[in-house]
């Protein structure tokens, strides 16, 4: 059964950079071809869907976040991970990290979700 | 970029109710569109994808229709356990996006 989860700090000061890794289990980052994601979901509000990665490496980036964010794959630890640069309170979010299924075009499973609050 | 508007934004019925809650894309998707549930603290759960099929496990009592710009889904009979707030999902194409929600009170 595949499973995902979040590790990254939880605080970060503003202008500074989110680092998040997401860990794969029961399944590949690099041979099941789907595409690897992040979701993230400010306090309160909806869904804002932010990068996806496919197993081989091509990425896509939300169009509003594409100056900021990269996301990149580690096939050695089964991980992806996800960097956002120049953070702000904007970016104070609860990120999930998730798998697309691009044949039926919906996220699962999802990770728990972990809370990044961007304060000094 | 597909822009999803959902509405209402919230609805407030009683056990029992039939509730509908309906999902517009700016251009057309086809049926490229998935239904969530989320409850509070936890991760969404899908409900519904290409439109009108139900995911494995989740109760018949849910629906989805549409298909081009115009998407429903339907709890035809409200139980308690449904309280969650509601998300549309378009999987045409990249950027993905998803509706703004609605948030469902018993």
């Known amino acids: 059964q595949l499973q995902l989860q979040e590790s990254g700090p939880r605080l970060v000061k503003p202008s500074e950079t989110l680092s998040l890794t997401c860990t794969v289990s029961g399944g590949s980052v690099s041979s099941d071809k789907d595409y690897w994601s992040w979701i993230r979901q400010p306090p309160g509000k909806g869904l804002e869907w932010i990068a996806s990665i496919y197993y081989s490496g091509s990425t896509y980036y939300n169009p509003s976040l594409r100056s900021r964010v990269t996301i990149f794959l580690d096939t050695s630890r089964n991980q992806f991970s996800l960097r956002l640069t120049s953070g702000t309170a904007a970016d104070t979010a609860l990120y999930y990290c998730?798998?697309?299924?691009?044949?039926?075009?919906?996220?699962?499973?999802w990770g728990q979700g972990t809370l990044v609050t961007v304060s000094s | 970029d597909i822009q999803m508007t959902q509405s209402p934004s919230s609805v407030s019925a009683s056990v029992g109710d039939r509730v509908t809650i309906t999902c517009r894309a700016s251009q057309t998707i086809d049926s490229w569109l998935a239904w969530y549930q989320q409850k509070p603290g936890k991760a969404p759960q899908v409900l519904i994808y290409?439109?009108?099929n139900l995911e494995s496990g989740v109760p018949l009592r849910f629906s989805g229709s549409g298909s081009g710009t115009d998407f429903t889904l339907t709890i035809s009979s409200l139980q308690p356990e449904d309280s969650a707030t509601y998300y549309c999902?378009?999987?045409?194409?990249?950027?993905?996006?998803f509706g703004g929600g609605t948030k469902v009170e018993i």
């Open positions: 998730t798998r697309y299924i691009s044949a039926t075009g919906w996220f699962d499973p």
């Open positions: 999902q378009q999987a045409k194409s990249f950027p993905l996006t």
């Open positions: 290409a439109a009108s």
